[in-house]
């Protein structure tokens, strides 16, 4: 029944009205907007220290690198030993300098992919570093958008 007579009249008492269900989203609207904000952020970080899943063996004699030397490079600018911007054929001596003469330091080459590389490496391995590593970032699926 929908709270009328057969004869039009109502069936419920005379000054009172039927209220119609009311339900606020507005609180269950606001979590769900900070649960995508949460989700949003942690997936971000989350890509951010990718890098290949390894096991490493251990040893007795093994060591710590103790030094690691950042050299970047940019098409058509100087090359950069850590925060220090220096001409190319001077970047052996620069990496020298910045791992303070030890030669067993770590030196890590961060180039952009139209950089070619060669005379880099040949400079840095000439100056007796032989602990040389490329950074790269993680090839994309082919179901994944580039991101730019």
Do not use: C
């Not at 007579?5 to 269950?28: F, H, V």
């Not at 791992?99 to 180039?111: I, L, R, S």
């Amino acid at each position: 029944m929908n709270g009328q007579s057969a004869w039009g009249g109502s069936l419920l008492p005379r000054g009172r009205r039927r209220l119609r269900p009311y339900l606020d989203l507005t609180a269950m609207i606001d979590a769900v907007f900070i649960l995508l904000i949460f989700f949003a952020v942690t997936t971000t970080f989350a890509g951010a220290r990718a890098g290949l899943p390894l096991k490493l063996p251990s040893a007795k004699t093994a060591r710590p690198v103790p030094t690691r030397v950042v050299v970047t490079l940019f098409p058509g600018q100087p090359a950069r030993v850590g925060e220090e911007t220096v001409a190319k054929d001077e970047l052996g001596r620069a990496v020298k300098a910045a791992a303070k003469g030890d030669t067993e330091a770590q030196v890590v080459v961060v180039a952009d992919e139209k950089v070619s590389l060669v005379g880099v490496l040949d400079e840095v391995r000439a100056s007796g570093f032989h602990r040389i590593a490329l950074a790269a970032t993680p090839e994309r699926g082919a179901d994944e958008a580039p991101q730019r």
